[in-house]
Nanobody
Framework: QVQLVESGGGLVQAGGSLRLSCAAS????????MGWFRQAPGKEREFVAA????????WYANSVKGRFTISRDNAKNVVYLQMNILKPEDTAVYYC??????????????????WGQGTQVTISS
């Protein structure tokens, strides 16, 4: 079992930046591919970014490409999401998730076995 705890959310103005962190405990973190998803009120959970177990491969949703960066530190059991040039449409609860098998198409929430509780990100215009 892997336990995931997100942090770093908050309220910022459009154009600002936030860095989300997801701390993992339990089974070996480096064995898991990791993803970030978000869910806005009344909308389905959507893929934001993912990173392979080694950190060598990353994937991004088109809506965040060039603004968000996913990274991981396997020595610290943490995955990060650096979010720049934030827009009001980025407002959502952000979740990190862990996938034991990994995929070259890591876009579907159903691939991920473990989820954090989420952290709220609110962008004001």
């Amino acid at each position: 079992q892997v336990q995931l705890v997100e942090s770093g959310g908050g309220l910022v103005q459009a154009g600002g930046s936030l860095r989300l962190s997801c701390a993992a405990s339990g089974r070996t973190f480096s064995n898991y591919a990791m993803g970030w998803f978000r869910q806005a009120p009344g909308k389905e959970r959507e893929f934001v970014a993912a990173i392979s177990w080694s950190g060598g491969s990353t994937w991004y949703a088109n809506s965040v490409k060039g603004r968000f960066t996913i990274s991981r530190d396997n020595a610290k059991n943490v995955v990060y999401l650096q979010m720049n040039i934030l827009k009001p449409e980025d407002t959502a609860v952000y979740y990190c998730a862990a996938d034991r098998l990994g995929s070259d198409r890591p876009y579907q929430p159903t691939l991920y076995e473990h989820w954090g509780q989420g952290t709220q990100v609110t962008i004001s215009s």
